[in-house]
């Protein structure tokens, strides 16, 4: 069992910056890929990074290439989320998820249903 608690959100203006935190209990996170997704109000949840078990494999859904990195420690168990240059559009609640892997793969997924454990999510609100 994978416990996921997201922190970090918050309310920033269009440019600005923030950084999310997804913090798993267990010993196993490092057999997990680790993705964030988000959901804006009325629309469907929608992927937008994920991360290998190894590191060595990163997606980002298009909007957000060049402006998000995701990256994780194993030492602390947890994912982040680094987010640039917000705009209005970023608005949503961001989601992590763990998805078993086993440990030192190279698989990602952006398939939500394919994530085993999912955080409860934390609102990021970008005003214009």
């Known amino acids: 069992q994978v416990q996921l608690v997201e922190s970090g959100g918050g309310l920033v203006q269009a440019g600005d910056s923030l950084r999310l935190s997804c913090a798993a209990s267990?010993?196993?996170?490092?057999?997990?890929?680790m993705g964030w997704f988000r959901q804006a109000s009325g629309k469907e949840r929608e992927f937008v990074a994920a991360?290998?078990?190894?590191?060595?494999?990163?997606v980002y859904t298009d909007s957000v290439k060049g402006r998000f990195t995701i990256s994780r420690d194993n030492a602390k168990n947890t994912v982040y989320l680094h987010m640039n240059s917000l705009k209005p559009e970023d608005t949503a609640v961001y989601s992590c998820?763990?998805?078993?892997?086993?440990?030192?793969?190279?698989?990602?997924?952006?398939?939500?249903?394919?994530?085993?454990?999912w955080g409860q999510g934390t609102q990021v609100t970008v005003s214009s």
């Open positions: 998820a763990a998805d078993w892997t086993g440990a030192w793969s190279y698989r990602t997924t952006r398939d939500p249903t394919e994530y085993d454990y």
């Open positions: 991360l290998s078990s190894s590191g060595g494999t990163t």
């Open positions: 267990g010993r196993t996170f490092s057999s997990y890929a």
